[in-house]
């Protein structure tokens, strides 16, 4: 039976979310449908159907007792809403059913697998978290009567009940199920650690191993862990709090950690060989991948920054938050390459190329404008033998309002830079990343959906993603160089808003 909580949810988003013009959110990644929005969950293909369920508070524009809210897509570009799958109106989850994972199961129904947290000791208590279930049909779901599945009795020694959270589940190749569960040791400094579960029907679980282990030098608490297989090697995702920077990696303090390795099934310890930053922009977090039906590995992340949700210029949105555009991944030369999902593709409008344009002075060229566009960029010098000092596009421009993305080839270094894209405030406006380039040759594929910038760099091999402020009006694009360079540009418009 449902509870009041969800009905009351249900019920105000539908007449809340219903008052949002199309034309006041992006096109193509999924927001809200009223209200706050941070790590994405149960991302999953369920009855032909893609499902993604969100870390979600439909009463307000800030962070406050999660619900899940629930989607659903045929090509992960378009989303409808649904209601919502999950109010904390359980003891074991009265302050929040935050994030998890998805299932089917071999009877056909979905299964939730969620931390629900609940507080001790009133409002400045401690969160005591748990791992609980939600089984239904896609639509609704019922809590299992026998929740909490995993508490502090599941935990090893010296482990705290405090921060044991995001579980996310797996089929096994026997038929089982396992998932990886982040916590933390008790005593100061407060690392992270991962755990690995596994159960024979997905509701019975046992504690396998600790699969990784955080020695400082990521952060502390590891939220949102994901484990996959990918081309002969094992990936592990964590989102890091309070991450000290590493040159140009992990600038963001919560962001985002890919380390490549391989998964030793007699100790069930990962054994990691390479790391290295998933997003290197300013607004990404808690990643959570797909195996699709094609055998694509696909990616999904919260597009924004912790730092800079209290930032002002959002205060007339019904929605705060949006996911990333999907992003197919493969492994090259033992890095993580990201890619936009193929399906975006399909939504091209006129091809617009430019070859060999000559870039110095601030110049525009014509078609080359708009908020909801894709753009493939090859730059290079106009003389091998004199390189340009600076290359620099501006987008989402108006007479008042743009953001830039620039590339300094003598540094080898590109930034995106929002400063003057409307906000009133200065929180993080800025991000360099260093990158590889050949005598001032760089490859970028840039994606703007009204409310964000993408970019793509060497097909893949390092992504920088931002959100905006600027009102959709604002689709002007130009380019200028200190220096002479040279410029192969292709533009498509998407979908047919634009």
Excluded at 49 to 57: D, P
Excluded at 93 to 103: N, V, Y
Excluded at 226 to 237: C, I, Q, R
Excluded at 392 to 421: C, G, V, W
Aim: proline share 6%.
């Amino acid at each position: 039976m449902m509870n009041h909580s969800l009905i009351f949810a249900r019920a105000y988003e539908k007449e809340a979310g219903g008052k949002i013009p199309a034309s006041a959110r992006p096109i193509f990644h999924l927001t809200p449908w009223t209200g706050w929005t941070n790590d994405p969950n149960g991302f999953s293909y369920y009855h032909g159907q893609y499902h993604l369920f969100y870390q979600y508070y439909p009463y307000d524009t800030e962070w406050n007792s999660m619900h899940w809210g629930h989607a659903v897509s045929h090509d992960l570009l378009h989303w409808t809403y649904l209601p919502a799958a999950l109010a904390p109106d359980a003891p074991y989850d009265s302050f929040g059913c935050f994030s998890g994972s998805a299932i089917e199961l071999p009877d056909g129904k979905q299964l939730l697998l969620y931390t629900g947290v609940r507080k001790e000791g009133g409002d400045k208590g401690k969160d005591f978290q748990t791992q609980c279930i939600a089984v239904g049909d896609g639509l609704d779901y019922e809590k299992y009567a026998q929740n909490p599945v995993l508490d502090a009795r599941d935990l090893p020694e010296g482990l705290s009940p405090y921060d044991f959270r995001d579980p996310k589940i797996w089929r096994t190749e026997n038929g089982g199920y396992r998932c990886v569960v982040g916590a933390r040791h008790m005593e100061n400094p407060k690392l992270g650690v991962l755990l690995l579960y596994g159960s024979e029907d997905a509701f019975h679980w046992h504690f396998e191993s600790i699969l990784a282990e955080n020695d400082g030098r990521f952060g502390l608490m590891w939220e949102c862990p994901d484990f996959f297989p990918l081309e002969g090697k094992h990936v592990l995702f964590v989102s890091p709090q309070d991450m000290l920077p590493e040159g140009f990696e992990y600038h963001n303090g919560n962001g985002t950690v890919c380390q490549i390795g391989t998964f030793d099934e007699e100790t069930k310890r990962f054994i990691p060989e390479h790391h290295q930053a998933i997003d290197y922009g300013i607004d990404f977090y808690a990643p959570q991948t797909i195996l699709t039906p094609d055998g694509r590995r696909v990616m999904i992340g919260w597009m924004q920054n912790w730092d800079t949700c209290k930032n002002t210029g959002y205060e007339d949105r019904q929605w705060f938050g949006q996911m990333s555009l999907p992003r197919e991944l493969s492994i090259r030369n033992g890095r993580l390459y990201q890619q936009p999902i193929r399906e975006l593709q399909l939504y091209r409008g006129p091809k617009v190329e430019y070859k060999n344009v000559p870039v110095s002075d601030r110049m525009t060229l014509n078609g080359i404008e708009g908020r909801c566009v894709e753009m493939d960029i090859r730059i290079r010098p106009e003389d091998a033998e004199t390189p340009y000092h600076k290359f620099t596009m501006r987008f989402a421009q108006d007479d008042q309002y743009h953001s830039i993305l620039s590339f300094r080839p003598h540094e080898s270094l590109l930034k995106i830079d929002r400063k003057f894209s409307g906000s009133r405030r200065a929180y993080i406006h800025q991000r360099r990343c260093q990158v590889a380039q050949h005598n001032g040759e760089i490859h970028l594929h840039v994606i703007l959906d009204r409310f964000s910038l993408e970019v793509f760099i060497n097909d893949g091999e390092q992504v920088m993603t931002a959100t905006i402020l600027t009102e959709s009006t604002a689709r002007g694009i130009s380019f200028e160089a200190d220096g002479k360079a040279v410029m192969d540009i292709v533009k498509y418009s998407l979908f047919t808003e634009e």
